[in-house]
């Protein structure tokens, strides 16, 4: 036999043992292959789950509610009546509270709204008028314009001392002409309630009893309200 055909022939048939033991193509590198699959599904389930995740965070929170919810919990009305919005009145201005000026004559409180006070000044010296009631003390000028002056005492029929200590004039605006009403002293300006005075009590006076409204207490004083309109209106033919 050719000694070359025997040589071919081992070499071809060493080549077909060697082919049928290796693995077959889907198994070959197994545990290299193995993890590498392992991976991939790792991967998979990782990414499955976090894609789980952002769905679960942007679906909105929902509260749990019972099922009879509405009637456990009526709805509250943003819009209540008036009458609930405010349930206090304004006391303040339930009291017709009038800012008032308290003076003095002698021992005694008066007080008058401040409503047509231009200006407290000075008592000065007047120029009297002839013919006019004794109360009217006189006149004098201020600003160009001519002031009468009333004795309030006197207005009011009270006894004037002889002695008086020097006191003011409180000027009123009153219309087109300008008063002034001569006190002993100025005490302050207050808040009253004067829809709630006290009847005035019996004066001997009886001008003085037709000019008061009505009385308050303050300071343990009693103060009483005059009708300026009152005060301010008289007749010249009163003169005496």
Do not use: C, W
């Not at 349930?87 to 004559?105: N, Q």
């Not at 004039?169 to 004067?194: C, K, N, P, W």
């Amino acid at each position: 036999m050719d000694l070359a055909k025997i040589r071919k022939k081992a070499r071809a048939s060493s080549k077909e043992d060697r082919e049928d033991k290796r693995p077959p193509a889907g198994r070959r590198g197994g545990k290299q292959s193995t993890a590498k699959s392992a991976e991939r599904a790792r991967k998979k389930t990782a990414s499955s789950k976090k894609e789980n995740q952002e769905l679960t965070l942007d679906r909105p929170k929902e509260k749990f509610k019972p099922a009879d919810a509405a009637k456990a919990e009526p709805a509250l009305d943003e819009n209540p009546p008036a009458e609930e919005q405010n349930p206090l009145p304004d006391m303040a201005a339930a009291r017709h509270l009038e800012k008032l000026l308290l003076f003095s004559l002698g021992k005694r409180k008066y007080a008058i709204s401040i409503t047509e006070i231009s200006q407290i000044v000075p008592e000065r010296t007047l120029t009297p008028i002839p013919h006019v009631p004794s109360f009217v003390k006189g006149v004098f000028s201020l600003r160009g314009k001519v002031v009468s002056v009333l004795e309030v005492a006197g207005r009011l029929g009270l006894k004037i001392p002889k002695h008086q200590v020097e006191g003011k004039i409180i000027v009123l605006d009153a219309s087109t002409d300008l008063f002034g009403l001569r006190v002993d002293s100025i005490d302050q300006v207050m808040e009253v309630d004067v829809e709630s005075l006290e009847p005035p009590p019996e004066a001997k006076q009886t001008q003085e009893q037709e000019m008061v409204e009505g009385v308050f207490h303050h300071q343990g004083k009693t103060v009483a309200y005059l009708n300026l309109p009152m005060l301010l209106s008289f007749d010249v033919s009163e003169a005496g």
